[in-house]
T-cell receptor, first 114, second 111 residues
């Protein structure tokens, strides 16, 4: 069993719809939770970074963390064609060296249809 | 602000050849990382560095070596390339406590 599970999709929704992306995890030691967006032939770009359970909002994006259920979500409101990308969830523990060691989901490919 | 820059962007090698991938960051970050990304596998950590002259193994280190002689640079070496090392390689950097920032990758094919 993978430590982080993410539905690979693909997911297609019409422009303006609300998008929900989800990941589950099994390692209760994970402390930080992130969502990255990756456009084709580009590197992952950080969207959201959170530590605690609950919601964090940034513009049209809301990240939700439920540590008791080991479940995180990313909601995109008023989706735009420019949101079409692969979305990666990531979670981290602090290593013995003090840095964050990330474990990534496999990514969900999202297409917003104009 | 360039962020994290990877060179080269593309490369084709023959089995048994060697090469070095270069990563440079201009954000004065302490930590640097090398990942590979394969379909259905996600991003997997190869090696990382927590400071100049210090490196550590990640999840999939076999067949790779790294060096960090300068704080801003992190090199990934393949001594004898194998077809299983065909992948997209990403470098990332981060401050002591904070998220990782990625480059745009190197696409490597081993024939």
């Amino acid at each position: 069993q993978k430590e982080v599970e993410q539905d690979p999709g693909p997911l297609s929704v019409p422009e303006g719809a609300i998008v929900s992306l989800n990941c589950t995890y099994s390692n209760s030691a994970f402390q930080y939770f992130m969502w990255y967006r990756q456009y084709s032939r580009k590197g992952p770009e950080l969207l959201m970074y959170t530590y605690s359970s609950g919601n964090k909002e940034d513009g049209r994006f809301t990240a939700q963390v439920d540590k008791s259920s080991k479940y995180i979500s990313l909601f995109i409101r008023d989706s735009q064609p420019s949101d079409s990308a692969t979305y990666l969830c990531a979670m981290s523990v602090i290593s013995n060296f003090g840095n964050e060691k990330l474990t990534f989901g496999t990514g969900t490919r999202l297409t917003i249809i104009p | 602000n360039a962020g994290v820059t990877q060179t080269p962007k593309f490369r084709v090698l023959k089995t048994g050849q060697s090469m070095t991938l270069l990563c440079a960051q201009d954000m004065n970050h302490e930590y640097m990382y090398w990942y590979r990304q394969d379909p259905g596998m996600g991003l997997r950590l190869i090696h990382y560095s927590v400071g100049e002259g210090t490196t550590a193994k990640g999840e999939v280190p076999d067949g790779y070596n790294v060096s960090r002689l300068k704080k801003q640079n992190f090199l990934l070496g393949l001594e004898s390339a194998a077809p299983s090392q065909t992948s997209v390689y990403f470098c990332a950097s981060s401050p002591r406590r904070g998220p990782q920032h990625f480059g745009d990758g190197t696409r490597l094919s081993i024939l």
